[in-house]
């Protein structure tokens, strides 16, 4: 697995070098290579593995989810969202650069996003049109910036649980989701379905975990400032139901990943060792 | 022409149409809706009726144009970049709504274009491809926003005549002669070079005109403020070699415009007919 984020990495210098020197640039490409999971694209890459897939055709797609994963990081950082001074244990953005350079990597990440899989010379054009519906799809309106509209609506109201679930569906879920349906789109479409319902639930476990570590977590480890739900006086988890409850539910709903995942035929191993990777984690 | 905008506003508030319902859907159709030429879209539309085509069947491709333009207004006109408060003779996107919901809105329609051509039924995979590659190259960081990244340097430092063309070139020139590029790539793809020309040509024309019309221009006639450059120091074409100098150098880049023009076997007509209003536009 240290192998895939190494060539991530690598990938995202390269893809980054044709584009034009200048501030921007310097915060997409200070922002992308921040030290993160890469989550979404290992997601992709290994569900791709476990179909006996080689990966490595695909690690542009995979960095083009990394570019729409890190654009929503940046504006999410803003000012006028979140406001955050520290991401990835750096300082944001924003702060690096200034708001408008900000604003701007954002937005060159997100459309670059675009290019990147449309350039990929391994696909064929109905593979690349699917690929970017989908993907764009989870990220626009109706999935990721929703969740992050409904996130600011409830900033300072109390949200039930299912307002929280539907937040953390769309915010989190949709990205999470998508890059493992991208996976089977190219693998095999049959499964799409099972991995679409895997990723929300997986999402949402993800999420959970966000809640409890924001209260048991140092801010060393995670690499952001914790305790900010308390102080925003945020609905999570935590707030609604507790940690131990919170814990259960993380464990229920990763009980039902493995099930979805034993009833397909892959590689379940490759799948399940990057699973328990992330229900252990401390960041 | 008329009859062409309108059918543009109304395609417009047919593609929102399946967007979850919220402040950020609320913020997307108040910018899109807003008077505006919609020029992009009708330089699009209309070089395909000049080649004959049916433009009706890629109204949604003109649609997803003028998204691409909006996003860069709201994010151009957002506190941490220009900060203005007034936009098509309304308050701006973050005026009227609230600065989060104006970054969220510029993302959903830089997003949604995306989607937008990718599922239009009428364009086979390989002209989806092409077409959204080509918007999103010239919307992209070696495009518009490298040219708003170059205007935002020079704010407060002069820049020379060669550096404000490079601006210009970038930050309008792009999304008007891309606007061309992708009617060209539809009807006939050996023109492309000559329309990208011709657009980069058309799209300082309109950018020097803007420049004059900051000067003498009313505000009600922009619905935007005027006289704002000078009061940002800013270097503009009538700064460097004043109004006289500058709107002759408009006319030879039309006249340049006309030329190119007359050298492809089109419907001449329609396309004089857009450029001569544009030549005389006074807002």
Known sequence: MDTMKEEINQRLVKLCEPLKDGRVKDAMLYSLLAPGKRLRPILFLTVLRAYQFDYHQYLDVAC???MIHTYSLIHDDLPGMDNDDLRRGRKTCHKEFDEATAILAG???LNLGVNIILQTTSLDDSL???LTNLLYQASGI??????QQQDLYFENRKA???QLEDIHKHKTGELISVSMQMAACIAKKSDLDAWKQLGFDLGLAFQIQDDILDVT???EELGKKVGSDLENHKSTYVSLIGVEAS???IEELFQKCYERIYAMQINHGLILELFIKILKRVS
């Not at 109706?142 to 969740?147: C, F, L, Q, S, V």
């Open 107 to 109: 937005d060159a990440l």
């Open 160 to 162: 039930d649980l299912s």
């Open 247 to 249: 814990q259960k539910k």
């Open 64 to 66: 083009a989810i990394e």
């Open 142 to 147: 109706n999935g990721m910036i929703y969740g």
């Open 217 to 219: 977590g140092t801010t």
């Open 128 to 130: 690349k049109v699917q």
